[in-house]
Antibody
Framework: EVQLGESGGGLVQPGGSLRLSCAASGFTFGSFWMMWVRQAPGKGLEWVAL????????YYVDSVKGRFTISRDNAQNSVYLQMNSLRAEDTAVYYC????????WGQGTLVTVSS | DVVLTQSPLSLPVTPGQPASISCRSS???????????LHWFQQRPGQSPRRLIY???NRDSGVPDRFSGSGSGTDFTLKISRVEAEDVGVYYC??????????FGGGTKVEIK
């Protein structure tokens, strides 16, 4: 069974940083693209970042370019999202997602950016 | 960026009756490889999204056969043949043909009358 478990969310002040982690199991992690999708409170889904199987390709939505960094550790079956210079509009539940077609989603981790 | 427009925004349905959700794209979603990367997701209240349909019409494992997807080019539809109480939630379409960025529709809320 595919399992994705996010962690690292919390309350952070504007301008601060957080690192989200996603632990994966139940599939051959190194064979899949992985992405992060977020959902602001009461809002729809927004794609944030994507990384290929070996980490050599990374893509971001314009609103986070230069502030967020996606990475992965295939030995640890984990994908990460380093978030810097956080803004109030980054407040959302962040989901870890397997594959470019959104095959499986984690339970999400809430990031709140507020003073 | 590709804009996906879903309609209706809200869909009250009587149990046992059919439901249909539209997803229209600002440009054709046919990829140069011949595939159309349009997928559908269900998000029940308080839960994470779950994929129902991938590449227009392929149902995911464990998804009831009352769910079906169809369409081509810029117009796509998710149909529920007979709505059940467990189908309540928000449904999203997503395109992965012209990326980055991947984009989602705004969502359609299905509720029971």
């Amino acid at each position: 069974e595919v399992q994705l478990g996010e962690s690292g969310g919390g309350l952070v002040q504007p301008g601060g940083s957080l690192r989200l982690s996603c632990a994966a199991s139940g599939f051959t992690f190194g064979s899949f693209w992985m992405m992060w999708v977020r959902q602001a409170p009461g809002k729809g889904l927004e794609w944030v970042a994507l990384i290929n199987q070996d980490g050599s390709e990374k893509y971001y939505v314009d609103s986070v370019k230069g502030r967020f960094t996606i990475s992965r550790d295939n030995a640890q079956n984990s994908v990460y999202l380093q978030m810097n210079s956080l803004r109030a509009e980054d407040t959302a539940v962040y989901y870890c997602v397997r594959g470019q077609w959104g095959a499986n989603w984690g339970q999400g981790t809430l990031v709140t950016v507020s003073s | 960026d590709v804009v996906l427009t879903q309609s209706p925004l809200s869909l009250p349905v009587t149990p046992g009756q059919p439901a249909s959700i539209s997803c229209r794209s600002s440009q054709s979603l046919v990829h140069s490889d011949g595939n159309t990367y349009l997928h559908w997701f269900q998000q029940r209240p308080g839960q994470s999204p779950r994929r129902l349909i991938y590449k227009v019409s392929n149902r995911d494992s464990g998804v009831p056969d009352r769910f079906s997807g169809s369409g081509s080019g810029t117009d796509f539809t998710l149909k529920i043949s007979r709505v059940e109480a467990e189908d309540v939630g928000v449904y999203y379409c997503m395109q992965g043909t012209h990326w980055p960025p991947y984009t989602f529709g705004g969502g359609t809320k299905v509720e029971i009358k």
